[in-house]
Every structure is written in C-alpha cells, then in structure tokens.
C-alpha cells in the first residue's frame, strides 16, 4: 500500500477505506468484509499477546472479535443459499 | 478504483447546490440531492448524526444516506479520528448491532439503519486494528499510549 506523509489525514482514512471496500460494502460482500476485519483484529490480538502488552486494547479486540463473529453468523444465516444443483 | 467520492463527481454548478464548509452541513427540513441506487433523488432531511467513522444523513422515509453520497458535500470530508470515538460509544454501537441481528433485521438492505451501522463499525474497527505503520494506527497508539500512562499514575 503506497502512502504519501504529505497526503491529509482525511484523503488518506478515504483511500485506506476504499482500498479495504469498506467505505460501502457491495450487498453480497458483508460477509466477505467482516471476514477481512476479523482476520485484522486476530493478528493484532495475537501480537498484542505475544507481547503482553496493551491489557485494555487486547480486552477491547477480544470483544470486538467477539462482536464480530456473532454478527458473521447472522449475516450468513441470512445468506441465499445458492440452488441445489440436483434440483434443477 | 475511483478513489473520488460521488459528491465531487456530481457536484452541480447551480448556486443553490453549491455549498462550502460554511454552509454544511445542510439543516434539518431542508430538501437535499443523493445518489441512491437507482439514481439521482432528492428527500427531507430529518436529522445529521454522526457515525463511529463519517456522518450519516437520515431521511424523513427512514433511509440512512452517508455523507459522501450526498450532493455537495465539501472535500476533503470531514472524518472522525478513531481517538475520538469513546470505549463508551464502540460498546454501545457494537450492543446495538448484535441487538438488531438478534432481531432478525438483515444488514443488506441498503440505506437502512442496520446497514449504515455495520458498514460505519466494519470501517472503525478496520481503521484501528489495521497493522501498524500508517499515521492512523498511529493515533490509536498514541490514545492506549495515553490510557497506560494514566494507569502508571
């Protein structure tokens, strides 16, 4: 990912949002997403704890794990389930 | 990728649709231009609330448009810096969020409140947890750099 020190913090959460598609997930993709944002989480949790440091950020990203994964399974059970090839 | 949000690309040239940073964002009442999905639509803004990351424009139907989407919005748009958000308010969204999936509201029905939610924590969470090395993450240190130090006192 290139990144200018000049670019406005501003310019640059749009570009970093864009970037990730998470400035406004496509319909079909929500899974997909919070997949991606729970795979950042988990590797930030896992040096969190590596190092033993950060205790309140590492509670805070356990939760939003946490979070993050029962909204997963609520998006997916609202997931069209694709046709059953022997019925058609 | 169009890196361009929507609102530079459609910006209108008439006076009435110009707006500035003076003039925004637009009141309540007042009739405002967006794009939705199939179009081009105008609507009564029934309020400006801001999200965990951007601003969301509610509707008088309901629907929950994001600031970019809307005709005129100023550039750059203005972002919350993750710092800003309080532990207070992440807990409160991310209730609200698990509250509305246990309800059975289903977040791919765009422009309404359980979409617009997610897609705002989706961004905040992404933004703060995302590997170092960029001046945002760098923020987010600088805030748990500030909560250990007041630990230490």
Redesign the interface.
């Given at each position: 990912m290139s990144q200018s020190d000049d670019e406005p913090d501003e310019l640059q959460v749009w570009r970093v949002l864009s970037e990730a598609g998470l400035v406004e997930i496509r319909l079909d993709e929500f899974a997909e997403r919070i997949k991606d944002v729970k795979r950042i989480v988990t590797g930030r949790l896992r040096d969190l704890l590596d190092f033993n440091t950060g205790v309140q950020e590492r509670e805070s990203a356990a939760y939003s794990l946490g979070t993050l994964t029962g909204l997963e399974l609520k998006v997916l059970a609202h997931t069209p389930k694709p046709p059953d090839p022997s019925k058609i | 990728?169009n890196?361009i949000?929507t609102g530079v690309r459609m910006m209108k040239s008439t006076a009435k649709q110009l707006r500035t940073e003076a003039n925004w964002p637009p009141e309540e009442g007042q009739v405002i231009s967006f794009k939705s999905s199939t179009g081009f639509e105008t609507d009564i803004l029934k309020e400006v609330r801001w999200g965990l990351?951007w601003r969301d424009f509610i509707l008088e139907d309901g629907r929950v448009i994001?600031e970019?989407?809307i005709s005129g919005c100023p550039q750059?748009?203005?972002?919350r810096?993750i710092s800003e958000v309080t532990?207070q308010e992440?807990?409160e969204c991310?209730e609200r969020?698990?509250s509305m999936?246990?309800a059975g509201m289903?977040?791919?029905k765009?422009d309404q409140s359980f979409?617009a939610e997610?897609?705002q924590?989706?961004?905040y969470?992404?933004?703060?947890?995302?590997?170092a090395g960029?001046?945002?993450q760098g923020q987010e240190k600088e805030k748990?750099k500030d909560?250990?130090t007041e630990?230490d006192r």
């Open positions: - | 990728m890196l949000p990351v994001p970019h989407r750059p748009q203005a972002w810096k532990d992440r807990e991310e969020l698990l999936a246990g289903d977040p791919r765009r979409w997610l897609n924590y989706l961004a969470t992404y933004l703060r947890f995302k590997p960029s001046k945002i748990d909560k250990d630990k």
